[in-house]
């Protein structure tokens, strides 16, 4: 039996919807990326969404938006991917790291507060493996400090925080569209806001500082060369073939969803009593979109070795970012306990029950 870690599953649906683009002749920025927007902002409840071409890019936007000065410091986490805090770095911000809460792998709150000074900027927040950060206590820590907040909801596609989706809580939120995240589209991103101001803006920045993009120009058959550049922008915009694709795809989340949470308490149930085995702590005020399903081991060189020779693919997510050289490492203790000890297990729509089983039998007879 081999099990793989991600398995990116796209519906027929979504298949016939990019031949059909294809057919048309427009593949760009055009009437699927509009309509992806309407719908992707409907579903969390923000009132404008932006469709980039990349998680990274929608980081990297929202970072942007907030037009910090140079070295200017911005409280973040070490457990993430990479792309996190290299958008820092690429509008040349100092990432500050604060420590994680050891039951979830999400910032604390304490920890923060204790990083803040007066070079402090913004909070970067990412809902590790999908489950969300403490939305409320952050939001007020940052009010009262006078500082922003970008969510990096890229695990996080459909979670929800105390009744509303990931996606709606705060003025910046950054989504992952990659192939094996819960909302997959082959690649691609989104960004959704409040601001009429940031919406207006980050539709230039996603398209070269242009005012107008080349659909808008030949909407009505009439392709207008005239427009401006208002300041330096990027090649980020999403297509219409992806967008075509996650029109379908966003149909089928919330099931898809729930099959992924039907795997994690099946996971849980069957691992809930193994020895050197440690779950993560979930809230009830909060839902997971179990993009990871993560488990704290010990001895995890000698599981993983166990679980590979079983052909069951596992992974570690992730790396502590302050440990690369483009970073400055900092004392925390959670982190460095996390990240040594964490497995993610298979986690995709493909899982069979018994699938999971054999995975939860693997780990238990223990290694």
């Known amino acids: 039996m081999s099990i793989s870690l ?3 599953q796209i519906s ?22 509009e309509a992806f927007e309407t719908a992707f902002a409907a579903y ?25 000065p140079p070295d200017t410091e911005v409280i973040t986490t070490a457990l993430t991917f990479v792309s996190t805090n290299h958008a820092l770095l690429y509008e040349g911000l100092t990432p500050v790291f604060a420590d994680v809460a050891p039951e979830t792998g999400n910032l604390m709150v304490a920890a923060v507060a204790d990083r803040i000074t007066d070079r402090t900027g913004a909070i970067m927040l990412v809902h590790y493996g999908g489950y969300p ?25 459909g979670a929800t925080y105390r009744g509303a989706r990931i996606g709606s809580h705060g003025d910046l939120h950054a989504f992952s569209f990659h192939a094996v995240k819960n909302l997959p589209m082959g690649e691609g991103g989104g960004l959704t806001v409040r601001s009429p101001d940031h919406d207006a803006r980050l539709r230039r920045l996603r398209w070269l500082g242009i005012t107008k993009s080349t659909y808008q120009h030949a909407v009505r058959n009439q392709y207008q060369w005239e427009y401006d550049v208002t300041e330096v922008g990027f090649k980020y915009n999403m297509s219409d073939v992806q967008a075509a694709i996650g029109l379908q795809q966003l149909r089928r989340l919330d099931d898809e ?25 979930y809230e009830a005020d909060r839902s997971s979109s179990f993009h990871l399903f993560p488990i704290l081991v010990e001895k995890r060189g000698d599981l993983i070795a166990k679980l590979w020779e079983a052909e069951i693919e596992v992974g570690v997510h992730y790396r502590r970012n ?46």
């Open 12 to 33: 027929e649906e979504g298949i016939q919807a990019a031949a059909d683009v294809m057919r048309t002749g427009w593949l760009g920025l055009g009437p699927q990326t």
């Open 6 to 8: 991600f398995r990116p």
């Open 322 to 367: 302050d440990e690369y050289p483009m970073f400055d490492s900092q004392d925390l203790p959670h982190t460095e306990q996390f990240w040594r000890s964490v497995v993610s297990l298979p986690m995709h729509l493909q899982l069979t029950d018994e699938q999971v089983d054999y995975v939860s039998d693997a780990i238990a007879s223990g290694w």
């Open 133 to 157: 950060c403490d939305l409320d206590e952050f939001y007020a820590l940052a009010r009262d400090r006078g500082i922003r907040v970008i969510e990096d909801c890229a695990h996080a596609c």
């Open 44 to 68: 969390t409840g923000a009132p404008y969404c932006v469709g980039v071409n990349s998680g990274t890019s929608a980081l990297h936007l929202a970072v942007r938006l907030l037009d910090l």
């Open 257 to 281: 969803n729930a099959r992924r949470t039907i795997i994690a308490s099946r996971y849980r149930d069957c691992l809930s009593k193994t020895a050197g085995v440690e779950l993560l702590r």
